[in-house]
């Protein structure tokens, strides 16, 4: 590979063909995959993504603490400087090239000797020194068809991934509809059924990585129901007053860098045992289930009805804040407990079967990784 030292200087891409990099979809459009835009007043110095492009992110990812390569199969756009884009050479297949660093191990071993970790965490390694480390790729022949073999599998990942999305968004449309007309309703604040509590507090960054498990701010942000399939592990000592997240818990997000993503939410409906909450989160334990239905709460929280009472709670300007008082006081209108339950039951036919769909997804992508790992001894 070559670096690309193509720059954005005569205004040929705007704001909306800023790209970003993703480790479960590659590069796609910011906005599509974001719903906005992060790039500056002026994109003239970010870097020009030709299709066929090359683009190392230099930022970790907690399976990629050395950042992922991705090429670019899809439209032409812009990153930001603190990417490195390559042009790919005749001898080498962008495809395979993404393939190669597919896997965590692979792609960390080759990364980790030439990364300099910066005193704010930050990864320090040039364009060419990035490229400078040795491979071993076969014939440009024997590149192209293992690129389009397992070009076959992602596709029938993509195609996962949209049943999967299609799923969420009817569990979501049924659950505005099923909130916003049912007529039995009663007007209540969080604090009419639950206690609330703080996330962890006087933590440092050598008190994680091993202990018991915590329930981690993307778990709260990108699920309905807690399944701890993937938690973070924190020290606790004895004396430490710690609040421990119980069966049933609301749990939200209590800060963010939009106001969009404050009060995001999730419900825990596993077991009660020792386990913990990430210190930018609170939780609720539910004190009186005759007025509220724990379960039904793991999808009113992410309705739209709730949605817009949350987003004005939002203060700040650069960091948004959600104030637990404020919130606990919020009055909300609920279905009444008989339709919570019914509306539960209705909406969990639906979620069952996206969870066989996830299965599905997990299956791929573990059959995609054993490939890769066979394909490249």
Known sequence: MEVNRERNRNDEFDKGAVLSVSGNYGIVNQIQLLGRSFAGSSVKDYHVVRKGNIVYTKSPLKEYPYGIVKVNKGNEGIVSTLYAVYNVKHNAVGGFIESYFALPKRTNRYFKPIVRIGAKHDMKIGNEEAIANIVCFPSHAEQRKIAAFLSL???????Q???IEKYESLIQAMCDTLVEQETQQVTLSFSDFGQSYSGLSGKSAEDFGEGYPFITYMNVYQNQIIDLTDVGLV???????QSVVRYGDILLTLSSETPEEVGMGAVYLGETYPLYLNSFCFGIHITDESKIYPPFLAYYVSSQSFRKAVYPLAQGSTRFNLQKSDF???????????????????????????????????????????????LFI
């Open 328 to 374: 606990m006081k919020k009055k909300f209108s609920f279905p009444v407990i008989e339709k919570q339950r019914k509306i539960y039951s209705t909406l969990k036919t639906y979620s069952d079967k996206l969870i066989v769909e996830k299965q599905i997804m997990r299956l791929l992508c573990n059959q995609k990784c054993y490939l890769l790992r066979q």
């Open 235 to 241: 020290k606790i000592n004895e004396t430490e007053q």
């Open 161 to 163: 991934n949209k049943i």
């Open 153 to 159: 599998l992602d596709q029938r990942i993509s195609i």
